[in-house]
């Protein structure tokens, strides 16, 4: 079967850097995604990590490390508009995508 | 180009009522899939499809049917509803359905059964 772990909720200050975490479980890997959803929206696709290491873009990075089966997504100069809720996704199999359940980031001024 | 779109925005129904939800697509998308999100859930996948007359089950499959007629549409039909299948549905159309390739969500159908 699968798994993700993500805290449930974070509280960051503007301006400020916040790291949300996921850690997996699956049988057969091949890269960890995340998502942001403001509340009463749909999900919108922030960014993939097949390989170890870091992937910037803009603001937001995503890192991975398979051999920890763990990723996390890092959001710097936090604005109030960051506040949402935040998904990470692994695919485990052919056409098989599994979300987390989520991460509520409130930023606070 | 209008991306995923999806009808009604919102729906009441009565448990035992059937009624399918629709989903359009305009970026020639061969995958498509019906997710719902219930609250501290997470997104779960209902079915999929991976091109026209093809389709197969995810995660939660039950009370659910889908049919791939065209490229372009792919309906979810709740044959007997029960409350339980109370939540917002997501329908999702993207070059492949991987982790790799973005997903294109819709604004959701957000489903009461009393």
């Known amino acids: 079967g699968q798994s993700l772990e993500q805290p449930s909720e974070v509280t960051a200050v503007e301006g400020a850097i916040v790291q949300i975490n996921c850690t997996y479980q699956?049988?057969?890997?091949?890269?960890l995604s995340w998502y942001q959803q403001h509340d009463g929206g749909a999900p919108t696709f922030l960014s993939y990590?097949?390989?170890?290491g870091l992937e910037e873009t803009g603001r937001f990075s995503s890192f991975l490390s398979r051999s920890d089966s763990y990723g996390y997504l890092l959001l710097q100069e936090l604005q109030m508009k960051d506040s949402a809720s935040y998904f990470c996704a692994v695919e485990s199999g052919a056409n098989n995508l599994f979300f987390g359940t989520g991460t509520r980031l409130t930023v606070i001024p | 180009n209008a991306g995923v779109t999806q009808t009604p925005k919102f729906q009441v129904l009565k448990t035992g009522q059937s009624m399918t939800l629709q989903c359009a697509q305009d970026?020639?998308?061969?995958?498509m899939s019906w997710y719902r999100q219930d609250p501290g859930m997470g997104l779960r996948l209902i079915h999929y499809s991976v091109g026209a007359g093809i389709t197969d089950q995810g995660e939660v499959p039950n009370g659910y049917n889908v049919s791939r007629s065209t490229t372009e549409d792919f309906p979810l039909r709740l044959l007997s509803a029960a409350p339980s299948q109370t939540s917002v549905y997501f329908c999702?159309?993207?070059?492949?359905?991987?982790?790799?390739?973005?997903?294109?969500f819709g604004p959701g159908t957000r489903l009461t059964v009393t």
């Open positions: 699956t049988s057969g890997f091949y890269g």
């Open positions: 990590n097949a390989l170890d």
């Open positions: 970026m020639n998308h061969e995958y």
């Open positions: 999702a159309s993207s070059y492949e359905l991987a982790s790799r390739y973005e997903q294109y």
